[in-house]
């Protein structure tokens, strides 16, 4: 916390002594003023005595500036992520489907990233080898591929040192040594209460895979997104699926646009977008989250207990 404060002694001691010198003498015990006197009890410290800062008669316009450490504050941490933006496109076999994979782990990985997260359903692209005459067809033919699925994530995740971020189920909260994350799912994230009680317990940075089909669908999940990120003061990271993809049982629309978003209060861009891909283009949007320790420091102050309403 960093504060102004008044010197109203020193117009008794002025022209027999400067401000600094003042000021100094009072932080010793020799001297005593009723303003830097309590700010002194109160846990501040004098950074350095300013003139004409403020418009204060009784202290000659002098002025003192404080700062009283957040005992809260933990270190700075700095966290790299890659949001996937997953171009749905017709996959031959399932090495195009591990190709893909390995393309969005290689580029988090050349960019110093700690953390990747994937969109929601983008394995909807393994429809297009996949043999079956129904949407229940397909789908059972996917889950033959979740072995290989698990142990292909795993295998790149070893290989590139990587956190890859996919959906599951339930809610749950990951501490890791960079920060302690949590997951919300697409639709999800359009509950502010969900998120506010991950906040309550630690929770960092969450991650938002996502799919929708049109622009409208899209900004409901960004426009909830960047929200909870205000109101939480965290920083909530989402990805999703571009382009179309044309299966046996018809075709699958996607829209989307991969973004990191910032609690606004904080010294980012205007909007509170830290950094976005472009829309409907394969690609990702990387992005050093700033100090991530500072941010949860900050946050503490939500987590509070709520007062019961009265009876």
């Known amino acids: 916390m960093v504060a102004y404060g008044r010197i109203p002694g020193y117009a008794d001691h002025a022209g027999r002594m400067t401000a600094e010198a003042y000021v100094r003498r009072v932080i010793a015990g020799e001297l005593q003023d009723p303003s830097l006197g309590a700010h002194l009890k109160s846990g501040f410290e004098v ?88 949407m229940l067809g397909l789908v059972t033919e996917l889950a033959k591929l979740h072995d290989q699925y698990q142990e292909t994530l795993a295998r790149l995740s070893r ?19 960079l920060a302690r994350i949590a997951i919300q799912i697409c639709y999800d994230i359009e509950f502010p209460e969900v998120s506010r009680l991950l906040t309550l317990a630690g929770v960092e940075v969450i991650f938002v895979p996502f799919y929708t089909d049109e622009k409208k669908a899209y900004w409901r999940v960004r426009h ?33 646009q991969s973004a990191v978003l910032t609690p606004r209060a904080c010294s980012f861009p205007e909007k509170g977008r830290r950094r976005r891909s472009r829309p409907e283009r394969r690609g990702h949007c990387g992005l050093r989250v700033g100090s991530v320790g500072a941010v949860a420091a900050a946050a503490r102050r939500l987590r509070a207990p709520a007062a019961r309403p009265a009876a």
């Open 224 to 256: 909830c997104a960047q929200a909870r990120a205000v109101e939480n003061f965290i920083y909530v990271v989402i990805a999703g699926n571009v382009g179309s993809l044309r299966t046996r049982i018809g075709s699958f629309l996607t829209y989307g």
């Open 47 to 134: 950074r350095k005595v300013q003139l004409d800062i403020t418009v204060d008669g009784a202290s000659l316009n002098y002025s003192t500036y404080l700062e009283m450490a957040n005992p809260d504050f933990a270190s700075a941490r700095r966290v790299r992520v890659c949001a996937a933006q997953y171009q749905m496109r017709p996959a031959r076999s399932w090495e195009d489907v591990v190709y893909s994979m390995e393309f969005f782990a290689e580029t988090a990985d050349s960019y110093h990233c700690h953390f990747l997260l994937l969109p929601e359903y983008f394995m909807y692209h393994a429809f297009s080898y996949l043999q079956g005459e129904s």
């Open 159 to 177: 290989k590139y040192g990587l956190y890859i971020i996919e959906p599951g189920e339930g809610i749950r909260i990951f501490d890791t040594p």
